[in-house]
T-cell receptor, first 113, second 112 residues
Framework: DSGVTQTPKHLITATGQRVTLRCSPRSGDLSVYWYQQSLDQGLQFLIQYYNGEERAKGNILERFSAQQFPDLHSELNLSSLELGDSALYFCASRRGGTTDTQYFGPGTRLTVL | EDQVTQSPEALRLQEGESSSLNCSYT??????LFWYRQDPGKGPEFLFTLYSAGEEKEKERLKATLTKKESFLHITAPKPEDSATYLC?????????????FGKGTKLSVIP
């Protein structure tokens, strides 16, 4: 158990809908990363927050957004969903400063029908 | 752009048959190279971090090594419970983000 929690574990929805994925980092970790994992693309970095502020963006679509709250949990919002958005979404957390290791949560499996 | 290539894509070993997984990388300045293990439907589990060429780290039947262009994950006398996908990732300096660029992984199957 990495100490990172994600909810829900599974999410099934229809095209055009909007969903919110939630992540709680390990106790004491300030940084949260979101990744998407699909069969053909592997793990792709989406976005990072550090202590409530956006720090870096990867290949995140404009339909996707995220935020980190004062209690350091983070939410990833996916809107106008398409079939191709079906994937595993992982959150990872890092302590901060010069600590470099990211610890991953169990993921949310999103299925768009 | 940082790139990570892992080979082979899949590897089947008999229990006890040692082998190595390869991770080749291209990065503008390496801060660290990471190995993770991922079981089906689960999140990646951290194994090792390597920082400089010549460095080695071991954990049970696994040993990771690093050169200036690639890393190897050596598996000695594997057991069925070592079956998983092994992911390699690089971390480059830049704006303090510490983000990871992953390879697509090597799926290891160890047959009893």
């Amino acid at each position: 158990d990495s100490g990172v929690t994600q909810t829900p574990k599974h999410l099934i929805t229809a095209t055009g809908q909007r969903v919110t994925l939630r992540c709680s980092p390990r106790s004491g970790d300030l940084s949260v990363y979101w990744y998407q994992q699909s069969l053909d693309q592997g793990l792709q970095f989406l976005i990072q927050y550090y202590n409530g502020e956006e720090r870096a963006k990867g290949n995140i679509l404009e339909r996707f957004s995220a935020q980190q709250f004062p209690d350091l949990h983070s939410e990833l919002n996916l809107s106008s969903l398409e079939l191709g958005d079906s994937a595993l979404y992982f959150c990872a957390s890092r302590r901060g400063g010069t600590t470099d290791t990211q610890y991953f949560g169990p993921g949310t499996r999103l299925t768009v029908l | 752009e940082d790139q990570v290539t892992q080979s082979p894509e899949a590897l089947r070993l008999q229990e006890g048959e040692s082998s190595s997984l390869n991770c080749s990388y291209t990065v503008s300045g390496l801060r660290g190279l990471f190995w993770y293990r991922q079981d089906p439907g689960k999140g990646p589990e951290f194994l090792f971090t390597l920082y400089s060429a010549g460095e080695e780290k071991e954990k049970e039947r696994l040993k990771a090594t690093l050169t200036k262009k690639e890393s190897f994950l050596h598996i000695t006398a594997p057991k069925p419970e070592d079956s998983a996908t092994y992911l390699c990732a690089v971390q480059a300096p830049g704006a303090g983000s510490y983000q990871l660029t992953f390879g697509k992984g090597t799926k290891l199957s160890v047959i009893p």
